[in-house]
Each structure stands twice: as C-alpha cells, then as structure tokens.
C-alpha cells in the first residue's frame, strides 16, 4: 500500500479566507505545531501581490525563518500564481512549489487575469523552472469539480490540462474541489480517468466541504488509489475568489478517520487537535471540523471539554 | 436496482434533543412539509413517558390529527420502547412500528433500565405484536458501531441481535449508530456480514455525525447495498442518553447527494430545503446541516442568502 502524504494548507487556504491578518508571530507557532504533529507538508502561505491577500504578506519571513533553524524532514511548500511569486519562493527557500490553474474560465479570469489555457501554459514554464532549480513541484488543477459561477466542468478540460502538465514532466498533479461541487461517484469517475492516463502519476487530491461531501469525496479519493491530500486545520479554508465557498476538510477529522481505519497511526493526532482548539480560539468562533470538539473516540470519556452527558 | 428509501426522523431523533417543547402546531405543519417533500416515511415521534421526555407528550395527538385527513402514500411511523408504548401506538394508528434495543449493555440499562438480551426479548414480543395486528414494523440494533460509554462493540453481539430478530420473522432491520462511532471501513464490513446472515434482509441505517464521518458513513451503506436511511432535517439529533452526541445526517444534505448521482431525483429538494430553513429558524440557530446554508448546487448563483462574493 502507497504511503498516506498530509499536506496542511490551513494557513494558506485557511487563512486567506479570513478578515484579519494573523500576526507572524502566531502563524508561526500554528506552523511548529504542526510540524510537531507529523504531517508530512506544511504550506506556509502563498506569494501574491500583499495588497490584493494582505493576509499572505509576511510568507517570505515565515519561510526565512523557518529554514533558519529547521531540523525536521516535513517540506515546507508554498503557494505561487505568477513569475513573480516564483522569483521570491526562490530566494526565501522554498521547498516545494504548489502551482496552479483553473479549469474554469472565468474562474480563472477571476483569480489571475488570464484564460484557462494562457495560465496553465505559464504554470507551466514556472513549474518547470522550480524543477530546474531542484525544488519539488506540485501542479494543480483548480475547480476540477465544477465552478461556481460556471457550474459543470467538463472531464476533458480537466484531463486536457492534466496531459499537459504530464507532457511537460510534471508528475505531482492536484485536482482541487475548489468550490466544493464534487461528489464520490464523480470523484472515483475522474480519478480512474486520470490514473487511466498514467497510472504511475502522483495525485493530489483537495476538497471543499461547501455540500456537507468533504469528508466522503477524501475517503473515496483514498480507496480510488489516491495518496496525497491537502487538508486544513479546524477546517478553515475557501477560495476568495469563488462563491458560497466552504472550508477543507479538516486535518485533524481527517487523520481521526485514517487512525480508526489503522492508517497513519504515527501522526499526533492531540497535538493536531491541540493546534485546531488553538485556531478555534484565536478566532473566537465555532469551526466546521468535528473532531477538536468531540476530542477523538478512542478517548471518549477521559477528553476534557467534551459535552455533558445529557441524563 | 432497489429503489432508495428515506425515513425522515427529526421530529423524534432531533426534538427530542432540545431543551424547548416545540409546540403541535409547530410539529404538525413541519411534518406536512416533509410529507409533500416525497420523503418515504416520516417518524412522528416516540411513545415514551412525557415526563422523562416531555418533547414527545404530544405523539398520539399528532398521529390523530394527520391520520384524520391523511391522501398521501407517506408513511407515519413512531418508536416505541415498550408494551405501553405498544397499545398507544396501536390507539392513535401509528402504521409503522420502530422499536430497538441497544447492543451496549451500559447504553441499554441507561436508556431502558433492562439489560441487552431482555430488552431484545421484550422489542421482539412487541414488535410481533404489532405485525400481527397488520401493521409494518422495524426492529433496530442501537449503539451498533460503538458505545460512548463502552467504546467498540463486537461485531459479534450485533449479528447474535440481528440474528434473534430474523429468527423472531422481522426482516427490517435497523443498525444505528447512536454514538457516532462508525467509519466506512466497518460500515462496509458489517452490512456485509449481515447480508451473509441473509440476503433478502431489509436493512436500514441510521448515522450520527459525531466525528465527521456521517454522510461517508452512509454513502457507504448505500455502495454496501443498504436502501433504507434515516436521516434529519437540518441534521438535527442526538441521543439524550449516550455521550457526546452530535446529529443525523441532514435529510436535504443526503437527499443533495443523492440526486447528484441521479437517484432520487422525485424528492423535491426545495421543499425539503425550505423545513430545514424553517427549523433553523424556529430554534434561530446555526443547523449542522450544509445545503439549507448553500442552496443545492445546481442553482449556486441564483440562490436567495448565499454568501456574497468576496472579490
């Protein structure tokens, strides 16, 4: 059996959402818990222009000094749209970079400016120059699933660009649920379809749980031979730039499942509900993920803060 | 392939949660909601003491009032707990029976005072009781995937309890997972092994979305060849006598699913959408259910109270 790869994007999806800009400072524990955890990739944020995702502005510092004194195997990826976000992904050490385009036009117009197949030609060139320069590479199909301002998405335009990518060397490949319309039979669908186009490809997979099918889209993704998965801490997460986005699928509910399945039973699951319980309580509100409320079953009981029985 | 039936039960498993007494009028127009929906059978309420659950003192005034000018096929059921829970169900022309008896001898003494065989030997007294007085009746397997107070049960003591009713000439069978414990790895294991008891059993299940794993769980069950489900409106629910407990699977959240995957497509999703909304609205808060937030997905972008776009 291939080996269960966790990406957290929490503070890069996760946070982008939010209104407010979360210190360095904070970002950075939130970060060393969950290198602390055992999660294998931590995506510390993304390079965009600081005044359109102010929340994002501080990642080259982050990156600095998290490779200042980095002693743990985790990889530390991070976002980039553009030549420009490559440049400073380069210089503030990287290492691995997460590329993508959309499937969806305006989708794409929306987020970047350009048309779907002018962005995934100069993801293309970024990605492979990230390559050149010894760096992992992920590359991403976004709104794989369908958009919403779109609807639909067509399987062939997912699969065009996932060809391309191929064509072009690049093996890491994400299909991103970006507005949360996937359900599992669409799901098992357009994987056996990509596998089907190289079966040695590595997929990513990434959901949103807009529909209540976050959880069920990841696990089927997990039986449909997929092995690589972006999740978020406490189940923060959306897209700016689509509608009635939803956060990911938590890490930690996540981790829970592949635990009570027998999977993944080196990842510390406190410490990643300790670091959702933390996210919760910066932000003062309720959080879509179940498992950091609950406490996880093996412990149900002994967990402090759960509900009182109700007899 | 066997048509998918959808047994609304918030009335009983979601009210009976609240603190506040929803009073019959209120009750009344919601279950006429969920009767033009299309939903299969919908759970009037329980026939328990109105002292220890005050929620349900109005279920034989429920069953009088809409069986007096009952024209649609749906199906009125209530569950019952005991013989005098029997006679008034039998009084007020309840036409589906639901009874069960825990799997977990602590949950059992909890929620009946009687241990799990001799709440079985009492449930199956009753329920052939009901048969023979022509009505339809469902036996369940309560606590089937786990125990908040006793963690795992063995797969073992389930089967011995499916086993006795079949053996008694009950062939729908309910598993629910009151504490929600289940993941889709046991949820297929276990339909399967009761399927191998006997293939032409009727099963039904019944989630809880305790861990996040609710709707997995029941797609699951759906792939495992189960066609009958109990869900709630708003994914309202909970046991008053298990710990930790956290609500159904949102009847318009599966229904959703369903009809994504082009099933059930007769159900009218908005109707359903509209209870659920009410229901948020009556006890004016946030509904763990996702669609009657989002509206369905095949109208993103035209629905009233989406979230705005944040570009």
């Known amino acids: 059996m291939t080996r269960i790869v966790i990406h957290e994007v929490g503070l890069r999806d996760g946070l982008q959402m939010e209104r407010e800009v979360v210190p360095l400072e904070i970002k950075e524990g939130w970060i060393r818990q969950a290198v602390t955890s055992g999660v294998d990739i931590i995506q510390v944020g993304s390079f965009v ?103 639909p998405i067509a399987e062939e335009r997912v699969l065009t660009m996932v060809a391309a990518y191929l064509e072009a060397g690049l093996r890491n490949i994400s299909l991103a649920d970006t507005a949360g319309h996937a359900f599992p039979d669409q799901v098992e669908r357009l994987f056996a379809a990509v596998f089907k186009l190289d079966p040695s490809v590595e997929i990513t997979c990434h959901f949103h749980n807009t529909y209540g099918l976050g959880m069920a889209n990841i696990l089927t993704a997990l039986r449909s031979g997929v092995s690589l ?41 406190a410490q990643l509900i300790t670091l959702a319980r933390d996210v919760a309580k910066y932000f003062d509100r309720d959080m879509p993920g179940c498992v950091h409320k609950t406490g996880p ?14 007899e």
Chains 1, 2 share one sequence.
Not at 241 to 254: P, S, W, Y
């Open 49 to 151: 222009h600081p005044v359109k995702v102010p929340q994002m502005a501080d990642t080259d510092e982050l990156f600095r000094r998290l490779r200042r004194d980095k002693t743990s195997s985790v990889v530390l990826s991070g976002l980039v749209l553009n030549e420009r976000g490559l440049e400073r992904g380069l210089e503030c050490g990287v290492e691995m970079f997460c590329l993508g385009a959309s499937a969806s036009e305006t989708h794409s117009m929306k987020n970047t400016g350009m048309s779907s197949s002018e962005a995934t030609r100069r993801i293309i060139g970024s990605a492979q120059q990230a390559l050149a320069a010894g760096k992992k590479v992920q590359v991403s199909v976004q709104s794989a699933f369908g958009c919403g301002f779109e609807g």
């Open 297 to 310: 079953l093996h412990r149900v009981g002994q967990e402090t803060g759960q509900k009182k029985e109700t």
């Open 229 to 269: 998965f972006e999740t978020s801490f406490a189940g923060l997460g959306g897209c700016p730039f689509t509608r009635v986005a939803a956060g990911n699928v938590a890490t930690e509910d996540f981790v829970h499942a592949l635990q009570l399945q027998g999977q993944r039973q080196d990842v510390d699951l």
